[in-house]
């Protein structure tokens, strides 16, 4: 913005960016979900209507942060994204993954592999995704924290938005 702008009124710049990048991400990931839609268009054109109804995370929309935590809010309202803690026990994380709306995207018998309790979500991740065998993806939607957000991806879905994420500051990345 330059110094007129400033003197004169002009909008943050932050309040300038384009995020429909956002949009682009949900909706590969939920297959275009029409109440995930709904809410992620209402974030994106009214972002202050949709912090006062929906957002719970403290973030102000001027914050490329805020656009993407909404993301991942109606992504798990939704059921196409759930949370589990990075030292989660192996029960927990199967069955987290069982509640994703996408879980049909592992097509093999998860109790036939070799998952070692002792191990941890980062380790049993990597061997579900070495035996899906690159037809599918479970991959953690990275929010800065000491969380997995899982999400389930075909391969090509899995491409298309983690380099998206990536070209814009943000990751989600396989195990």
């Given at each position: 913005m330059g110094v007129l702008g400033k003197l004169f009124g002009g909008k943050k710049?932050?309040?300038?960016?384009?995020?429909?990048?956002?949009s682009e991400i949900a909706g590969l990931i939920s297959s275009e979900d029409p109440e995930v839609m709904k809410n992620i268009k209402m974030c994106l054109d009214n972002p202050?209507?949709?912090?006062?109804?929906?957002?719970?995370?403290?973030?102000?929309?001027?914050?490329k942060n805020f656009y993407w935590l909404s993301m991942r809010d109606e992504l798990d309202n939704a059921g196409y994204l759930f949370s589990v803690d990075y030292k989660c026990e192996l029960e927990d994380f199967l069955w987290a993954l069982s509640q994703l709306k996408t879980y049909r995207l592992i097509d093999i018998d998860l109790?036939?592999?070799n998952l070692d309790e002792n191990e941890d979500a980062q380790a049993w991740g990597e061997e579900i995704n070495l035996a899906l065998g690159g037809r599918a993806f479970v991959c953690a939607v990275d929010i800065d924290s000491d969380s997995y957000e899982l999400i389930i991806?075909?391969?090509?879905v899995h491409e298309i938005v983690s380099d998206i994420a990536r070209r814009y500051g943000h990751s989600i990345e396989e195990f």
């Open positions: 710049e932050e309040e300038n960016k384009d995020f429909s990048y956002i202050r209507e949709y912090s006062a109804s929906f957002a719970g995370h403290g973030l102000e929309p001027n914050d109790s036939s592999l991806v075909g391969a090509d």
